[in-house]
């Protein structure tokens, strides 16, 4: 079963910052943060993972809190494309690689 | 690089049937998972590869189900015989780095119709 909880649906304008929270309250000290969005007809695409601190890339950033109890993933200028369905995961690295998929927050990115 | 590749995209079969999905990963990657979604449902892993080796079975459905990876490269999903509840979009996902990244490269998925 997922242990982090989202919002199921989110709407953010073109252009600008979609934040996507996440819960993930039972976290424990090993276990990765990783997120996943899902664009309809396509198979699940990585986006960004942190363990505690704040992480950047191409695609988004990563605002973990300091007690790592939840997580926020920053779109920092939806387009269009965006639209989809984003998951977050919390990823134990010998858990044999498993990821376990929740419900995810279905962001729509309106015009 | 080639990403991930799987097919038939889509295939509708008739309840009793068999079924073979196919899932070639991304050349050198020695992790290859299945996962699917059912109608409704969240995405389930359904088992991972190391190479040729099953290293993680657990979300195999039941014993109409069979995986295998021949030679280590690409890994076929066979149901026989299909029933409707295993209708749904198989998706399939490699990586390079074992157990030590979580980032995966997914493939398209192939949608199932049983009838």
């Known amino acids: 079963d997922a242990k982090t909880t989202q919002p199921p649906s989110m709407d953010c304008a073109e252009g600008r910052a979609a934040n996507l929270p996440c819960n993930h309250s039972?976290?424990?000290?090993?276990?990765?943060v990783y997120w996943y969005r899902q664009i309809h007809s396509q198979g699940p695409q990585y986006i960004i993972h942190g363990l505690k601190n704040n992480e950047t890339n191409e695609m988004a950033s990563l605002i973990i809190t300091e007690d790592r109890k939840s997580s926020t993933l920053i779109l920092p200028h939806a387009t269009l494309r965006d639209t989809a369905v984003y998951y977050c995961?919390?990823?134990?690295?010998?858990?044999?690689?498993?990821?376990?998929f929740g419900q995810g927050t279905e962001l729509s990115v309106k015009p | 690089e080639a990403g991930v590749t799987q097919f038939p995209s889509h295939s509708v079969i008739e309840k009793g049937q068999t079924v073979t999905l196919r899932c070639d990963p991304i050349s050198g990657h020695d992790n290859l998972y299945w996962y699917r979604r059912v109608m409704g449902k969240e995405i389930k892993f359904l088992l991972h590869f190391v190479k040729e080796s099953k290293q993680d079975e657990s979300g195999m459905p039941n014993n109409r189900f069979l995986a295998e990876r021949t030679g280590g490269t690409y890994s076929t999903l066979k149901v026989q015989p299909a029933e409707l509840e295993d209708s749904g979009v198989y998706f399939c996902?490699?990586?390079?780095?074992?157990?030590?990244?979580?980032?995966?490269?997914f493939g398209s998925g192939t949608r199932l119709t049983v009838v």
């Open positions: 996902a490699s990586s390079q780095d074992d157990y030590g990244w979580g980032g995966y490269t």
């Open positions: 039972t976290i424990s000290g090993n276990e990765y």
């Open positions: 995961i919390d990823w134990r690295r010998n858990q044999g690689g498993k990821l376990i």
